[in-house]
């Protein structure tokens, strides 16, 4: 229900990582065929006092559901229960997008609705695994002839029931779920305030040598001979990289580690209190134990070791690199003792072009957004035998593209790309699961969003200034044996 575990297996898979073709991959290059025009997803531009209405009425509707499988008298078969919870799950589906909405949507009122109906349906969500009576149906399901992934769906819920604190006492479960709620709260403002927060440094032509003609281009000086640069990704990067102005790149570095500040630090407290607090309510001793309970890790001591060793084993080489990051420092600052966050990225372009002929300024002309984008597409088609397909559907942005994956001819799955910058969106990149698959019934939905640079830049085929900053996010589909809606890989395999 947050940014979820499981979609279609090709969901969000866009990485720069290979050179297929030249030819840009969109609905142009496609015959009229190829392009599916499914009726499908949701009215993204439903104005925010109707999304507000529609959440309320899609999260009452799921209560009063909720509230007749907890009464329920019937004997409580696989099919009696689970049939019940998918029907109410499918109705939920009418508000599954808000997740998505409230991180990259234009409209800041739609943003906000979307925000509420998060901190609700989260609420909501927490209320139903903290059911006693709910708990008792399906532990009372009898498994004696059920299949491997029956009895484990079975046992994930009940492992997550106990783990929500469903034995507890009505007190404590009382204000389990309030702290929840805060939580939920306080994660969305957080959230919020770094993707609002853009800072700016200013800058000259001259600290801007280095940078590549587009990037100088698409940045113009304005009357006073000064160029604005921004923390976000597309403007942070190449900076980073390609300028050799010290003190610029020290300056963009401190602007970007201080977004969101100090409005988050109060916020960052009160998450952290909130989270001990209901940790330590359901007898955990710490929130990182809580989040570790039932994943492969298993427990913090577990991630403690996994991190010792993971470091011991990196140690050495990156010594090896350091010392070579300070010695190509010391060329021009003969005094330097250490190597800082802001000087590594350009120290190791500098290292690769001497050392190894390598200039990424010269890489990127073959890595076109479109051209990485239709080359992962192919890739991808090659590797599983399908086919993407551009989906001729109702989106909230303009630069956001609709696919569908097909098999055999068949649709198997849609998503959603959402790949480049603008005003308060998010501003990193992630995976958002908006509709979970299920056998013969409906299809998995997917979203991301990443920040490559788009609209905007004066190249007729924009290229990224990073070939390895993309964001691979490779989904597991749901359900493909049981039927019901039910995670089929933890979230943990995933990342």
Known sequence: MTKHKCAIALAGILCAATLYSATPYSATTRSADTVSTAKDGWDFMLPAEQLATLCDATLAQAGSAFAEMEDDTAEPTLERVYDAWDAMNIGLQ???????????????QIRAAAEVCVNNYTELAASFDLSQKFFLRVAAIDLENAGAPERLMVEKRLRDFRQAGVDRDLATRDKALLLIGEISELGTRYDRNIREDTRYVEATAEQL????????DAHPADEQGVIRISTDYPDYFPVMKYSADDELRRQLYIAAKNIATPANGDTLKALISKRSEL???????SYAALAMDGLMIQSLRNAQVFLSEVGAAVQ?????????LL???????AQAQQVQPWQASYLSHLVRQEDYALDAREVRDYFYFDKVQAGIFQWTEDLFGV????????????????????????????????MHP?????????????RTGL??????????????????WNTPRWKPFSTNSATCCTTCSPAPRTGWIFPACPWNVIS
Do not use: C
């Open 94 to 108: 009418a508000i599954q997008h808000v997740w998505y909405m409230k991180s990259v949507h234009p409209d800041p």
């Open 327 to 333: 010695a190509r420092l010391r060329r021009f600052d």
């Open 209 to 216: 040598r280095g940078l590549p003609q587009d990037f100088l």
């Open 316 to 324: 050495a080489p990156a010594a090896r690199e350091m010392d070579i």
């Open 279 to 285: 940790a330590t309510l359901l007898t955990y001793d």
């Open 422 to 434: 603008r005003e308060n969106k998010f501003k990193h990149g992630a995976h958002w699961t908006l």
């Open 439 to 456: 056998r013969d019934r409906q299809l998995p939905l997917s979203g991301m969003a990443t920040n490559f640079p788009g609209a905007g």
């Open 387 to 418: 086919e993407i397909v551009p989906w001729d559907t109702g989106t909230w942005h303009e630069d956001v593209t609709a696919w569908e994956v097909r098999e055999q001819g068949r649709a198997i799955g849609r998503f959603y790309l959402d």
